[in-house]
């Protein structure tokens, strides 16, 4: 496993991503271009959606894009999203959802780099 820094809990599951894709390093190599490229900008969509106080909008776009951490590996942080989508559509304390999405937003941006190394090595 990959730690992106000593104090983060998020790192990239090597376990999960061998069990969805054993040796295909072609399918994974698609499913981490398509995070990269379209699903770390719909993620910032919850953010605006955060920003205007629509708590449903902000939750059915976490579970849209929720997956998408899975299968590239990033299972804490899937359960992070999942977290702050229950919260959202349940239980919507600002407070809460913002502190809960500055955590998601830091564990993405600190996994970018390590999805693009791992990116570059399938290449």
Same mark, same amino acid.
């Given at each position: 496993m990959i730690q992106s820094n000593e104090t983060s809990v998020d790192y990239l599951d090597r376990v999960r991503l061998d069990k969805f894709y054993g040796d295909d390093k072609n399918q994974l190599a698609?499913?981490?271009?398509?995070?990269?490229?379209?699903?770390?900008?719909?993620?910032?969509?919850?953010?605006?959606?955060?920003?205007?106080?629509?708590?449903?909008?902000? +939750?059915?776009?976490?579970?849209?894009?929720?997956?998408? &951490? @899975? !299968?590239?590996g990033l299972t804490s942080l899937e359960t992070k999203l999942f977290q702050f989508e229950?919260? +959202?559509?349940?239980?919507?304390?600002?407070?809460?959802? &913002? @502190? !809960?999405w500055a955590s998601i937003k830091m564990g993405v941006e600190q996994m970018i780099p390590v999805l693009e190394e791992e990116l570059k090595l399938l290449a």
């Open positions: 698609l499913v981490l271009t398509i995070f990269l490229n379209d699903v770390v900008r719909d993620l910032y969509v919850v953010e605006q959606f955060l920003n205007q106080e629509k708590w449903t909008e902000a +939750a059915d776009t976490a579970h849209k894009e929720r997956p998408w &951490l @899975g !299968m590239a229950k919260q +959202a559509k349940f239980n919507p304390e600002p407070p809460a959802l &913002l @502190g !809960m």
